[in-house]
């Protein structure tokens, strides 16, 4: 097959059919190969629990040496931005997954693929309380700088760092129009006016210094924590997928976070994310200067607007009507 020749499978027909070559690929370290797919998980990746052996290996991480095989997860396909972080911040005392094996190619496919610490229990999603947002933000600081320490900003960051939020509106808008969700009415009304103040809002938000690797999709399904006893490493909250990293404002990560659970405000109660995130920066000697809270609530508008445009996935009433509060009080405020 072609170096450049792409699967047509789906991902868990393609991870089984490749389980034997990527076994090869390991030097025969994997066994008990088990794949699933978690609730929490979005993308078309595969997943699978295996047992590997370290039979010989003597990573940097595990000065004291490590017991006979490691309990794994496989992921695959791996796109080129998740797979550069993984691989990069395994290799220092990062919050985020060990990586024991990983290759850019499989059978003759350019397909990239990770061998990973696999974390018992469940992620942080399963029983948030306040000490999880803690955890979370802890966690995302700590990706921040070791993500800015080993992999240079590019060039053209500004330009990556931004999705096009004409486009978005516009979508938004539309969308509205064809579903009829609740309170149709005053989305419209909200997301016109907010088009109207778009050229002040992008003129001010895109000033932002854009200094740091964000994380991306910063939720409670993407942190596990590492038990005390772990051959892995230290404790803590372990921070998962590495997909959506790109550059931006380092309180982008606190807004996302907040805009995933407005649907279930009840779990944000008594928790300031954007404040939590600024408080773990600065324990780890990261800037939080400038007025970054006129920033994000540029930033909460922009993200409560777009919203109808992801009614497959950011569709749920609450959920609605909360982004639509938040873009009814912010926008006056910040479109004056």
């Given amino acids: 097959m072609p170096g450049n020749a792409q699967p047509s499978q789906s991902p868990g027909a393609l991870a089984s059919m490749l389980a034997p070559t990527l076994v090869e690929a390991c030097g025969g370290r994997l066994s008990d190969i088990s794949w699933f797919r978690a609730d929490w998980q979005r993308g078309g990746a595969a997943t699978g629990y295996c047992s590997f052996s370290t039979a010989g290996l003597a990573p940097s991480w595990a000065p004291v040496g490590l017991p006979a095989a490691l309990p794994a997860v496989i992921k ?17 005392d990062a919050p985020t997954p060990r990586v024991l094996a990983h290759g850019a190619e499989l059978g003759g496919y350019d397909l990239a693929w990770l061998i990973m610490e696999r974390l018992p229990g469940e992620p942080l999603s399963s029983t948030l309380h306040k000490e999880c947002f803690t955890d979370m933000a802890e966690a995302c600081a700590g990706f921040q700088k070791h993500a800015r320490d080993l992999v240079p900003l590019p060039p053209d960051a500004a330009e990556r760092a931004d999705p096009d939020w004409a486009a978005l509106l516009d979508r938004a808008r539309a969308a509205v129009k064809d579903s009829h969700i609740p309170e149709h009415s005053k989305w419209n009304d909200a997301i016109k006016h907010t088009q109207k103040a778009l050229p002040r809002l992008l003129a001010a938000w895109r000033a932002r210094p854009i200094a740091c690797w964000r994380h991306g999709d910063l939720h409670g399904g993407n942190c596990m924590r590492r038990p005390p006893d ?6 803590g909250c372990i921070l998962l997928d590495f997909a959506e990293v790109q550059p931006g404002h380092w309180a982008e990560d606190a807004v996302y976070l907040e805009r995933m659970h407005w649907g279930r405000l009840h779990a944000l109660e008594g928790v300031k994310p954007v404040s939590l995130l600024a408080k773990a920066r600065r324990a780890l000697g990261l800037e939080t200067d400038g007025d970054y809270g006129a920033l994000m609530n540029i930033r909460r508008v922009l993200s409560a607007a777009s919203i109808p445009a992801f009614l497959d996935r950011e569709g749920n009433k609450a959920h609605l009507h909360t982004a639509l509060e938040t873009l009814e009080r912010l926008l006056p405020v910040v479109a004056k």
């Fill in 76 to 92: 695959l396909p791996v796109g080129p931005v998740e797979y550069r972080f993984a691989v990069a911040l395994s290799e220092i």
């Fill in 230 to 235: 772990s051959p892995f490493g230290p404790p």
